[in-house]
């Protein structure tokens, strides 16, 4: 498998051959209650099982299937509520960004900045991360092959940051429909990089809504059970209080009730 990095979160250590973390929140930062609310559920559910915990929450959903649906509070609302839920819960924060000027500022009011699937290869943005000298999570493209991950991983550790964590959310399958292929996690690994398996959106159905994404939340635990007997350094769940209403993801995210389980 080769050498194995170990990625470092405040307090935590993340590495595929090391305990298992979770990654989990919101699909949307919806207000700075609703956040707070989420992450003060999630940290309880976290410690009572023993798993670190990310909380992870966008403040801009820049990919929406339709214009017409709501993308977020934005940055200059949003980096003060995720700073504050960092502060007052205690637990690190993680979320996306989407350009590269969004990079230094996020860095100021978060723990890890992650790159969306769909701009996994867009070099400018990885090297604005990668400058930050913050973790970096690496959404893997629904159009790549999980070896075509290491490119996009040397273009953050040959700018300098070897804080890097490349996450599988599944791959584009016909029309409308994620598959998750196993054999991606162990390959990913031979990068040495800790691997996520992001076992809500690889549930996801892309624009199978029309204007908005589907999803099968049903088998959100399938494939994180499957995820972890493969073998994975940490989990990426997106959790709701009541997900059916949701501004975004609902049909994939996972009932807050029901993370416990």
């Known amino acids: 498998m080769g050498e194995q990095k170990i990625v470092g ?10 305990p298992l973390v979770l990654i989990a929140g919101p699909c949307q930062l919806e207000s700075r209650a609703h956040g707070l609310e989420v992450a003060a559920a999630l940290k309880q559910i976290a ?10 929450s966008s403040f801009d959903k820049a990919n929406r299937t339709s214009a017409a649906t709501p993308r977020g509070l934005g940055l200059e609302a949003s980096l003060p ?34 790159i969306p699937a769909f701009l996994c290869r867009q070099t400018d943005l990885l090297l604005a991360a990668a400058a930050t000298g913050k973790p970096v999570n690496v959404k893997k493209g629904q159009f790549l092959a999980p070896w075509d991950m ?26 409308n429909t994620l598959v998750s292929d196993m054999r991606g996690l162990p390959i990913m690994a031979q990068t040495g990089c800790p691997v996520i398996f992001d076992a ?13 994404s589907g999803g099968q939340r049903e088998f959100v635990p399938v494939l994180a059970r499957a995820a972890v007997a493969v073998g994975v350094a940490g989990l990426f769940m997106e959790t709701h209080p009541d997900p059916d209403n949701a501004p975004s993801d609902g049909p994939n995210m996972v009932p807050l009730s029901d993370m416990p389980a």
Do not use: W
Not at 154 to 159: F, M, N, S
Not at 200 to 212: D, I, K, L
């Open 150 to 175: 290491k490119n996009v991983a040397q273009k953050i550790i040959g700018a300098g940051n070897d804080q890097v964590m490349l996450c599988e959310r599944g791959a584009s399958f016909g029309y």
């Open 200 to 212: 809500t959106h690889s549930v996801q159905q892309p624009g199978g809504q029309g204007t908005t």
């Open 81 to 114: 509520i995720l700073a504050e839920i960092g502060a007052s819960v205690g637990v690190p924060v993680l979320t996306d960004v989407h350009l590269p000027e969004h990079c230094a500022a996020a860095a100021q009011a978060v723990d890890v900045l992650q």
């Open 47 to 56: 410690d009572r099982a023993g798993i670190p915990l990310i909380y992870k």
């Open 9 to 18: 979160v405040g307090d935590i250590r993340i590495g595929n051959d090391l």
